[in-house]
């Protein structure tokens, strides 16, 4: 993921699912479309074992902010709570520095 | 995974492999338990799919050099550059707020 040099901002949302499916991918994928037509929007990269990891990276926290009360991401934050997560963790990051490897 | 109050640190670490094994698992492993004992440690967890994610948790960016610099870390970082990933970033973040839910 090509991410501008520091500092910029990190969203770690970690979490483990219940079995309940019901539109989750469907809105999973939706989400990713939006943000990235938020302004501000870097870039987001997800991978999911016993634990999700989904790390999306922005310009700014007003751009977080504008994001997390975006009217479509809240009612998918509502379903999420009411059926999709067992459990999640929400952190927001200053990422102050980035090393890169590439062969 | 269980984090105090912010502000502490994380280390993103995104990673794309390549196909050599060699070795590769084992030194994950250890290197989980190895971290376990290094003062200002927090909790680490781990997801892969096309991209693997793994987040570290620490107190302070001095345990994180520490970790950095610590002589097996180091040989297995040199393993990693030369045969088991294909690309790799590490990010270094001030966590600065926390949300939690579960149900």
């Known amino acids: ?25 469907e809105t999973a994928s939706r989400m ?3 943000a990235e037509t938020m302004p501000g929007f870097i870039g987001v990269e997800s991978a ?9 990276y922005w310009k700014s926290l007003d751009a977080i902010k504008a994001w997390q009360q975006h ?17 999640f963790t929400t952190r927001i990051c200053l990422v102050e520095r980035e090393n890169e490897f590439s062969r």
């Open 1 to 25: 993921m090509k991410t501008p040099k520091p500092p910029y901002y990190a969203v770690i949302f970690t979490s483990t699912r219940t079995l309940v499916d019901d539109g989750y991918a």
């Open 32 to 34: 990713v479309q939006l």
């Open 48 to 56: 999911r074992e016993e634990v999700g990891i989904t790390v999306s």
């Open 71 to 87: 009217p479509e991401h809240m009612e998918a934050q509502r379903h999420g709570r009411k059926k999709w997560y067992e459990t």
